[in-house]
């Protein structure tokens, strides 16, 4: 697999595993999406916001712009349902991206929240991105065993994504 396939591969496989979440979020009772927990970021709705943050940083870091975000979370949420359609917006974004990008190996030079400079290139960009999302859909996963009820977190991982969709076109 070439590195444009495999970016092509991970930008989609980010969107299907964040689609799984945030419909599995949305089926949840009312109220329990933004009960506050202990977590990291006190909801799912929350948590998941971080990951929307954090995508439209490395977003602005790809596109050589300033981001705007002076924190890697705001200090509230939008809906889950605004939330959910400003992060299929930001994965579409991504999966255009990979579609027309081929300088995989093109460094990116950045500053951090914390002001720390870094450089990185465009593929090891995706696929932080990739394992940030996917190492927060866990801790929203994890969350779903303190819902009262027999609720249960979709599988993301990336075999089932490859068994169920990267045999269909795109």
């Not at 979370?73 to 991206?97: S, V």
């Not at 460094?107 to 996917?134: D, P």
């Amino acid at each position: 697999m070439s590195g444009s396939d495999t970016a092509r591969m991970l930008a989609r496989y980010n969107a299907w595993a964040n689609k799984l979440i945030f419909d599995a979020v949305a089926a949840l009772p009312e109220g329990e999406a933004t009960k506050e927990r202990k977590s990291l970021f006190r909801n799912m709705v929350h948590s998941l916001n971080h990951n929307y943050v954090i995508d439209r940083i490395w977003q602005a870091h790809l596109e050589g712009r300033e981001h705007g975000f002076s924190a890697r979370n705001t200090p509230g949420h939008p809906p889950l349902e605004e939330l959910w359609q400003k992060q299929r917006a930001i994965d579409d974004w991504f999966i255009a991206w990979s579609d027309r990008h081929t300088a995989f190996d093109e460094r990116v030079t950045f500053t951090l929240i914390g002001g720390n400079k870094g450089t990185m290139s465009r593929g090891e960009i995706l696929l932080h991105i990739v394992n940030h999302t996917s190492y927060h859909r866990g801790f929203v996963a994890d969350l779903f065993y303190q819902v009262p009820g027999d609720f249960r977190p979709p599988t993301t991982d990336l075999p089932v994504y490859l068994r169920e969709c990267a045999a269909v076109p795109a």
